[in-house]
């Protein structure tokens, strides 16, 4: 994606009440993550369950909260998503980067890749695949979720090799 793409993806998340930004650095993610640095509005943590703790507390006290992640780190985080924020119906968007999308990827990515969109459906995390054409719409379906207290997920997928 457009690095303007992810700063006016951030931006528009901070105009709707979206205080915190919680997760573990993704290159896919880059250009939102430096946005969220130089807006001085991000914990960076080193695992993936941390950052979502951090988050639901902040969601919990009414902070409403991003937590970003690759895609492999939202299949170790599986068991934290379902037994907290899904149970408890902690509100928080989660912001994925989708590795393995392309099939000429790293081969590390390419089994979570594959099987990415299954896992967000097992587990029932309502989910969108944001593109330069669609994120508004989908930031605003997110955004009515988590007013609704459901956690959700918008998935950006990763188009380069690094």
């Not at 089994?111 to 896992?119: F, M, S």
């Amino acid at each position: 994606m457009k690095k303007s793409f992810q700063i006016d993806l951030f931006d528009f998340l901070v105009k709707n009440d979206i205080e915190n930004y919680v997760g573990v650095p993704d290159s896919t993610l880059k250009h939102f993550i430096s946005r969220a640095l130089e807006k001085k509005k991000i914990i960076i943590t080193t695992r993936e369950e941390e950052a979502i703790g951090i988050a639901s507390g902040m969601s919990m006290s009414g902070s409403n909260s991003v937590v970003f992640m690759q895609n492999a780190g939202f299949a170790n985080s599986i068991s934290t998503i379902t037994s907290l924020t899904e149970l408890y119906e902690i509100p928080m968007i989660f912001l994925i980067g989708w590795r393995g999308y392309l099939k000429n990827d790293a081969p590390e990515h390419l089994k979570i890749g594959k099987i990415q969109p299954d896992l967000l459906k097992i587990i029932e995390l309502p989910s969108k695949v944001l593109s330069e054409k669609n994120w508004k719409k989908q930031c605003i379906w997110a955004l009515k979720k988590i007013k609704n207290h459901q956690p959700c997920a918008l998935v950006i997928k990763r188009e380069f090799y690094d």
